[in-house]
């Protein structure tokens, strides 16, 4: 059925910027719109556990992002395109992850990583000093 894939990962030296993508390869989640969806992006550093980053509502009305990215990261979307996006600007080398896209039918509880209906399968960020 459906799947995300997330692109955009690479190295880059602290200070710099990248901008990561993740798109639904199919036209539905079972049945449901990319639209029905909110949704977000986590990332896992190595030896950690995945933790949040940040996640837009179905209609791009809010926003949400963790305290370590809120003023440096960028989410946003475009239903039509079926592609959520994840702007990153002065990237640190705490930012060094697996970056991660999900879906959430739900919608209400964007901060928890069990609330997510759908996943990708990461795109690796490296930020060097």
């Known amino acids: 059925q459906a799947v995300l894939v997330e692109s955009g990962g690479g190295l880059v030296q602290a200070g710099g910027s990248l901008t990561l993508s993740c798109v639904l390869s199919?036209?539905?989640?079972?049945?449901?719109?990319?639209?029905?969806?909110?949704m977000g992006w986590f990332r896992q550093a190595p030896g950690k556990e995945r933790e949040f980053v940040a996640a837009?509502?179905?209609?791009?009305?809010?926003?949400y992002y963790s305290d370590s990215v809120k003023g440096r990261f960028t989410i946003s979307r475009d239903n039509t395109k079926k592609t959520v996006y994840l702007q990153m600007i002065s990237l640190k080398p705490d930012d060094t992850a697996v970056y991660y896209c999900?879906?959430?039918?739900?919608?209400?509880?964007?901060?928890?990583?069990?609330?997510?209906?759908?996943w990708g399968q990461g795109t690796q960020v490296t930020v060097s000093s």
């Open positions: 199919g036209w539905t989640f079972g049945g449901r719109m990319f639209g029905d969806y909110a």
């Open positions: 999900g879906a959430d039918f739900q919608g209400t509880k964007l901060l928890v990583e069990s609330s997510y209906d759908y």
């Open positions: 837009i509502d179905w209609n791009s009305r809010a926003t």
